[in-house]
């Protein structure tokens, strides 16, 4: 019997994923709200800020290439704890460093390398909900998951931009951030270790011993990682999946420049805070629990579509409604819970693709494309909001949205018409 076996028999409850991700919302928090907001009071423009809300993004894009390391070596745990840890540090460091336009190349690299440890602890989440999760309650567990990733993000925009601006030093605040994410390791305790697999390739350890031989065996793995994906991406089932989350649907990028732009609507930094930060993470939080319950009553990816579709039309209402603080308020509410509801959707789709294997790697070539439309969307919208304002950085949202989901539909038709014509 392994140590997965009581797992399956006894899996953990779902909220245990949520406390487990929350790092990794709290790190993207501080940076689209709490440093975003001081960035935009000390006159760096909109611009400028979408491009260190790019660095934060960056990594997240390009995960795939080191995800075989976190399937084929240490184990889920201990990925996790070193990627916690990083983070924490991170955050902290910020805190330390002016927060001005001349010391902008120093924060972004900073926030560069801090998101890329998130993304250890990410994966190690990822494959653990994988590892213990039921295909029948995939959408329930992803809801949670989201639902701490974006509930973080409350936790690490709201309250870090409340003690930044009410603290005597912006630094306690970044080290009571900090000292969040090492709290939520102590949730490991609770989540069983799966037990590696020993298949050929993915996940086979390296008997030879050695940097060399190690090296080799993460070359081949990630060789393998884009061998599978050319195979899945040739099957109609697989090519669906990845540009379901390749098209800018439910990107929610414009959540990432809410406190950058927050101005166009006269909104004051307490409510920035509040309702793009806390209040904003708790509406994030309740989509991401009732978009993961619909995932399981419907298909998967027309639920997450029917959410982007959602999140359109609140763009479009929020562009066209009265710039005032209180449309801001109950708009990126509104927002926040559609945005949820498509977090969720997203974790479903993926989840529903890919199996235990190597479920860090699978997991995160799908998380690695859908950041991809996360990030070209706010260096879109950031420049829009420059040039024209923020109803046309809204517009442009939810055009390039509608014109998406239309790919989407005609890619679905075409190929439902061929594979029809093959089984003739």
């Known amino acids: 019997m392994t140590r997965a076996d009581p797992a399956a028999a006894r899996p953990p409850h779902p909220f245990i994923y949520l406390v487990l991700i929350l790092p990794f919302g709290i790190c993207s928090g501080f940076v689209v709200v709490t440093l975003a907001y001081q960035l935009s009071q000390r006159g760096v423009d909109a611009s400028q800020i979408a491009a260190v809300v790019a660095a934060d993004l960056f990594p997240q894009t390009w995960k795939f290439l080191w995800a075989p390391f976190a399937d084929t070596t240490l184990n889920r745990k201990a990925w996790y704890a070193i990627g916690a840890a990083l983070t924490a540090a991170g955050i902290a460091a910020c805190g330390l460093i002016p927060v001005t336009a001349r010391d902008l190349p120093l924060l972004t690299a900073l926030v560069l390398l801090m998101s890329a440890a998130t993304t250890f602890l990410a994966m190690s989440t990822e494959a653990l909900i994988a590892h213990h999760t039921a295909d029948q309650v995939k959408g329930r567990a992803s809801g949670w998951f989201q639902a701490g990733n974006l509930g973080g993000q409350g936790v690490g925009g709201g309250a870090g931009l409340w003690m930044a601006q009410h603290l005597s030093a912006p630094w306690i605040s970044s080290a009571v951030l900090g000292g969040a994410c090492v709290l939520c390791t102590l949730a490991?305790?609770?989540?069983?270790?799966?037990?590696?697999?020993?298949?050929?390739?993915?996940?086979?350890?390296?008997?030879?011993?050695?940097?060399?031989?190690?090296?080799?065996?993460?070359?081949?793995?990630?060789?393998?990682?884009?061998?599978?994906?050319?195979?899945?991406?040739?099957?109609?089932?697989?090519?669906?999946?990845?540009?379901?989350?390749?098209?800018?649907?439910?990107?929610?990028?414009?959540?990432?420049?809410?406190?950058?732009?927050?101005?166009?609507?006269?909104?004051?930094?307490?409510?920035?805070?509040?309702?793009?930060?806390?209040?904003?993470?708790?509406?994030?939080?309740?989509?991401?629990?009732?978009?993961?319950?619909?995932?399981?009553?419907?298909?998967?990816?027309?639920?997450?579509?029917?959410?982007?579709?959602?999140?359109?039309?609140?763009?479009?209402?929020?562009?066209?409604?009265?710039?005032?603080?209180?449309?801001?308020?109950v708009f990126t509410l509104l927002y926040a819970v559609l945005n949820g509801m498509g977090y969720a959707g997203f974790s479903a789709v993926v989840l529903e693709t890919i199996g235990a294997a190597g479920a860090a790697t699978q997991y995160n070539v799908y998380a690695s494309l859908s950041n991809t439309p996360i990030l070209y969307m706010g260096l879109i919208e950031g420049w829009a909001y420059t040039r024209f304002g923020a109803s046309a950085m809204l517009y442009v949202e939810a055009a390039l949205a509608a014109v998406a989901i239309v790919v989407f539909a005609s890619a679905s038709a075409a190929t439902s018409r061929r594979r029809a014509v093959l089984a003739a």
């Not at 390296?206 to 081949?220: D, E, R, T, Y």
């Open 188 to 329: 490991l305790m609770w989540v069983p270790e799966p037990a590696r697999e020993h298949s050929r390739g993915m996940g086979q350890h390296n008997a030879g011993g050695g940097f060399q031989p190690a090296l080799k065996q993460q070359w081949s793995n990630l060789t393998a990682v884009l061998k599978g994906l050319w195979t899945l991406a040739r099957s109609r089932r697989g090519f669906l999946a990845l540009l379901v989350v390749f098209v800018p649907v439910t990107t929610g990028a414009a959540s990432n420049l809410w406190a950058a732009v927050a101005d166009g609507w006269s909104a004051s930094a307490d409510t920035v805070a509040l309702i793009n930060g806390t209040l904003g993470g708790f509406a994030c939080a309740f989509g991401c629990l009732i978009g993961g319950l619909f995932c399981d009553r419907l298909d998967r990816k027309t639920a997450y579509l029917l959410y982007g579709a959602a999140q359109a039309l609140c763009a479009v209402a929020m562009a066209l409604a009265p710039h005032t603080e209180s449309m801001f308020a």
